[in-house]
Each structure stands twice: as structure tokens, then as C-alpha cells.
């Protein structure tokens, strides 16, 4: 879902507190520990955001990092409110800019990421017409976490665990297909944290945090989807950091849902 090149998967922990799970063989007594491959920036594998020069930059007595600006301290993102549900996406956001970047936080946060059968339904139903590829793609890569994880390739998971995506950030940059009004495609990076609860609201003691995820979209008709027909075009944006200047000046800015 971004212009990163080859397959980088990464790795984090799900520990599921709470009780023990039996999925196809991963038994942990007191909790259920999932190594899981995670594809943080597109089809293709996730780039990891550049390290923000924030971290070791001196401060002046003119410019200091209390007197910039930041992402905690500037004006946030209000997200649309949708107006409905289908296919099991949240719908109803328009064509408008801000419609576009509500769509993509709706759906990375409801995005049955392990689940390829409802994953299926909601790419079909996001992903632009002219692009079917693109959906056996993001099937194919889910099928290969579950059997990572040592699940099933197809199917659901657990009743009894539940996944959480909150996206917590975003930037945004407009990019300028050949033959395209400006306007139609954009860029939009998100951070965001996952955890998961368990058997008996077990908690997720090692959740992931700070994770950056990549989508184009394209306006089609009164509403936008995904495509990975412009993802050259993209660039990657430094770390999201809440306190940092130089986040706030690359374009990141906080997410308030409607």
C-alpha cells in the first residue's frame, strides 16, 4: 500500500494474557504468544519511517523546541463522520480531501488483517475497480501471516481474541499523476498502535506502537480507493514523534475522529 520496493517483512509479538489459547499448535501457559509478520507500508513490505533529527539536534535560545511547533501542540486532523456501514467497511465519506484521509483511517482500523475471507469483501469494496490485482495480492500476504503464525492459510481467527488498530497520526501529500486532475491521487501515511485482548480480557502486554502504514488513493466517482498504480510517485515522511518539530513540519498531524 506504498512505493516501497521488495519484501521486508517485519515481526512483533502479540502476549495475550488471561488464559491459554490453543491456535494450530502455539500453546503458552498463562497467555497466547502470536510472532506475527506485520506489512507495515504496502503490498510489497512495510519501509520503516526515517529516524525524525530530532533526537540529538541542538536547541538556541532562538530555537528552542518549546518555541516550534509539534504534532501534541498543533491543529488536528477531525476526521468525517461516516454515514453508514457495507462490506463491512465504514462508508459515506465523499470525494472532499478530508473524505479521502477519513476513509483510510476508517478502514486500516477495521481492516480484518488476518482474516482473508472479510478481507476480501473489504478490498473488493476499497480497492479501485481497475486494480483487481491488487486484491489476491493483499489476500495472498495475509494467507502467508496466518500460516507465519501457524494458523490455517484461510480462515478466521479465535473467537475469543480481538484485535485493536488506533490510529493515532497522519500525513498527507498530493500527488500528480500524468493525466490526472490535481487532486485526484493522494498519499497518506499513518501512524498507529495495535493490541489485543484475549480469553477473559487478557491484555496484550507487548502491543505494537508507533507503526507507519502507507496508502494511494484516487478519486473514483463521489468517493476515493485504493490503488497501487502511482505508489513511484510517493515518498516516505521522518518518524512520527507527538513532541517533535521536525514531524510537525514534514506534514504529520494528530487524528480526531468525528
Known amino acids: 500500500m506504498d512505493a516501497s520496493p521488495g519484501l521486508n517483512a517485519r515481526r512483533a509479538r502479540f502476549i495475550l494474557a488471561g488464559g491459554a489459547v490453543a491456535v494450530a499448535g502455539l500453546l503458552v501457559a498463562g497467555g497466547f504468544t502470536a510472532a506475527t509478520l506485520m506489512n507495515g507500508g504496502d503490498a510489497k513490505g512495510e519501509p520503516r519511517a526515517s529516524a525524525s533529527p530530532s533526537a540529538g539536534a541542538p536547541d538556541t535560545a532562538s530555537d528552542t523546541r518549546d518555541e516550534l511547533m509539534t504534532p501534541q501542540k498543533g491543529k488536528k486532523l477531525h476526521l468525517k463522520k461516516p454515514t453508514g456501514q457495507k462490506d463491512g467497511l465504514s462508508t459515506g465519506f465523499g470525494s472532499s480531501p478530508v473524505g479521502g484521509i477519513s476513509a483510510v483511517v476508517y478502514f486500516w482500523e477495521e481492516y480484518a488483517w488476518l482474516d482473508d475471507e472479510k478481507a476480501r469483501q473489504q478490498l473488493n469494496a476499497f480497492v479501485a475497480k481497475d ?28 473467537a475469543d481474541i480481538n484485535f485493536t488498530t488506533s490510529v493515532t497520526a497522519a500525513r498527507v501529500k498530493t500527488l500528480k499523476p500524468p493525466g490526472l486532475p490535481v487532486g485526484d491521487v493522494m498519499q497518506v501515511w499513518l501512524s498507529y498502535d495495535r493490541f489485543a485482548t484475549g480469553p477473559k480480557g487478557g491484555r496484550d502486554e507487548n502491543p505494537l506502537r508507533g507503526e507507519t502504514q502507507s496508502f494511494v488513493i484516487k478519486v473514483e466517482g463521489d468517493s476515493w480507493k485504493l490503488t497501487d498504480e502511482f505508489d513511484s510517485l510517493g515518498d516516505f515522511p521522518l518518524a512520527y514523534e ?16 468525528a
Do not use: C, F, M
Open 131 to 158: 486494480r483487481p490485482g491488487y486484491v489476491d495480492q493483499k489476500i495472498s500476504e495475509i494467507r502467508k501471516t496466518r500460516e507465519a503464525i501457524g494458523l490455517a492459510p484461510s480462515g478466521g481467527i479465535p
Open 242 to 257: 507527538p513532541n517533535s518539530p521536525y514531524a510537525w513540519s514534514d506534514g504529520w498531524a494528530q487524528v480526531r475522529h
